[in-house]
């Protein structure tokens, strides 16, 4: 059966809001680092209780797409040596 993808992490999430307010940004930036390496700045830098409300909404999300997906177990593809050099 054709499962869905794995629910997205706190991360992931913070990942989105973050793109969502920031694109279309002009980068002036020297570095000109890219919006998902900004993200992750921004995530290291957030305080903790600001990550909760990522982690409730991850854990609702997990929780939903169990109920959709009862006994889904990620089983990643496993790649050859050789394939993953490609």
């Known amino acids: 059966p054709q499962l869905g993808p794995r ?11 973050f793109v969502e307010q920031h694109k279309g940004e002009n ?3 020297p570095d000109k680092s890219t919006l998902s390496k900004r993200a992750g700045e921004a995530w290291g830098a957030l305080p903790k209780a600001d990550k909760t409300r990522y982690f409730d909404a991850a854990k609702a999300e997990a929780d939903e797409h169990l109920r959709r997906n009862p006994g ?3 089983r990643p593809n496993k790649q050859s040596r050789s394939e993953s050099r490609r």
């Open 7 to 17: 629910p997205p992490n706190a991360f992931i999430l913070f990942r989105r809001d």
């Open 27 to 29: 980068i002036l930036s």
């Open 72 to 74: 889904y177990q990620f």
